[in-house]
């Protein structure tokens, strides 16, 4: 089992920067893919960026590319979210996972999933 745990939410303002972070522990599986997804009230949940824990693949979606950087440090188990420029659109629930490959994690079919943490960006 792989746990995953999210910190860093909070309430910015709109063209504000945050950083999120998702601490994974358990057997950490080295050929997987670790990413993020977000669910806004209402909404269906989204994927935002994956990263892979070897080797140097990335992927990103259209509505954060630019915005949004992902970046992993094995030595920590961790994988962060850089979050610029902000907007209130991006107000949702964010959460870590953790899938087989980077195809079937865009495809929402995920092994592992953190319990959220909560980002709201004020108008």
């Known amino acids: 089992q792989v746990a995953l745990v999210e910190s860093g939410g909070g309430l910015v303002q709109a063209g504000d920067s945050l950083r999120l972070s998702c601490a994974a522990s358990g057997r950490v599986h080295r050929t997987y893919t670790v990413g993020w997804f977000r669910q806004a009230p209402g909404k269906e949940r989204e994927f935002l960026a994956g990263?892979?824990?070897?080797?140097?693949?990335?992927a990103y979606a259209d509505s954060v590319k630019g915005r949004f950087t992902i970046s992993r440090d094995n030595t920590k188990n961790t994988v962060d979210l850089q979050m610029d420029s902000l907007k209130p659109e991006d107000t949702a629930k964010y959460y870590c996972?953790?899938?087989?490959?980077?195809?079937?994690?865009?495809?929402?079919?995920?092994?592992?999933w953190g319990r959220g943490t909560l980002v709201t960006v004020s108008s």
């Open positions: 996972a953790s899938a087989l490959t980077m195809r079937v994690m865009r495809a929402g079919r995920v092994a592992y």
């Open positions: 990263i892979l824990w070897s080797g140097n693949g990335t």
